[in-house]
């Protein structure tokens, strides 16, 4: 059985499921959903803790759509569920040493090796968030996610590996920047972390509060095509990435809620 | 310096790109392409002794470091790509493929020599197909579809056996197919 919309991710969402019908394996979220969802959660009531001057929609890249209402309110009560649990902080400095900018290619080792150093930086999070426009607890979540967090990562059907996330070339490259190392980013980078951001805290707060692993290791996920395993979610077997709006769709992030993971669909 | 014709050609083919969309049907097609460049650059990758830059790397850069497109072609398609939202490897890979086509028509006895496929042209494919991609954890995701690659391995995609054909009656076929199971 397919896990359902998050019953621990806060009041706001636990409202989420009483919206499906008995019986039904996916969450329906109807067409009038959004607005009793968004009687319970708006950004403005998040005014006094920072949430003031933050355009939701803009950190997930996602503009005002049918059902945007649902997912302001999901970003919102997931804020709050996430809201003080932090505890991981970097404790040292760093000195980062060959970050040129974009155009070079950056390997595995040297990936690896910054985001060792971004996990001893202090002060990353209050420059990450004022480069980025991301409110500071909001970083601090992804940050720990990204590069301090232990995850049980599906690599194949039943396989797991319990590890930090590999680190990704871009990723470090953009955070080291965005953190005033190196060549300061562009406009359109920037964008682009920011949609990572988006991405990262919603798929963390799944994972801490919805009990969503990051990908689904059922093997219902997973399609052994010449040999190479690839990971297709469906409606039966997904994961908190693919709830997670998608970095790569700015203008329509949750486009595949109805066509992939069959999340809005009519019975 | 002046550019090659094979430079000017991979310009162009990268300037007709509609970068400002992305195409949600082509899904296997893209897939495909992309499974495809992951194996290329596997051979690349193994051949070069580069692994750890595997799988998005400068390949004309490991044989001829020397050897790199004319500035003025480089920074037109700079140019071209900045107003775009796009996972930076893309624009890299893009930058890498400029250097490739120089380094093909300047020294293509360095390259022949290696008897490997041009490593980037299932990408440019499938980004003239209209697919987009980024990386993450060690994926790379295609839209909904997560390819494992670094979690996995380039040995992995260690194949001399082609994935698909890069001709578009091949991927359309592939793209129709999958439509009507």
Known sequence: MSRLLPRRIGSGLSRLTDLRPAGRTNPVLPDDSSRALGLLETPSAHGARGWDGFDANVIVGMPSVPGGGIMVAWRCAVQRAAAGAETGRASAAATLNGMTGAGEGISGAQAEALYAAIRRMRGDISRVAQATGAPEDVVRSVRQHLFLDTHEIAVGPNQTVSMRFTADPEIAELWTRAAGRGVPLAADEVAVLRCVIGHEYVERALMRHGEYPYRSADPRAWVQEDGVWVYRPTPEAFGAHDLAPRPGFPDDPYGHYPTVLGIGKSP | ?181
């Open chain 2, 1 to 181: 310096m002046y550019a090659t014709d094979t430079e000017n050609e991979a310009l162009r083919r990268l300037l007709a790109i509609n970068w400002g969309t992305v195409a949600e049907r082509g899904q296997e097609s893209h897939v495909a392409l992309m499974r495809e460049y992951l194996r290329r650059a596997a051979l690349w990758a193994k051949c070069l002794e580069a692994t750890d830059h595997w799988p998005f790397f400068d390949v004309a850069s490991l044989i001829a470091p020397a050897v790199r497109a004319e500035p003025r072609v480089v920074e037109r398609l700079e140019a071209a790509l900045q107003p775009f939202s796009l996972w930076p490897t893309i624009k890299k890979t893009c930058i890498w493929y400029l250097h490739w086509q120089r380094l093909e028509q300047c020294r293509a006895e360095a390259v022949a020599g290696h008897k490997l496929p041009e490593p980037f042209e299932p990408l440019i494919r499938f980004y003239e197909r209209g697919g987009r991609f980024s990386t993450e954890h060690g994926f790379i995701n295609v839209d909904r579809v997560g390819i494992p690659a670094k979690v996995r391995g380039w040995q992995a995609f260690d194949s001399t056996t082609p994935f698909v054909a890069l001709d578009d009656r091949a991927l359309d076929r592939l793209d129709a197919m999958v439509a009507a199971t």
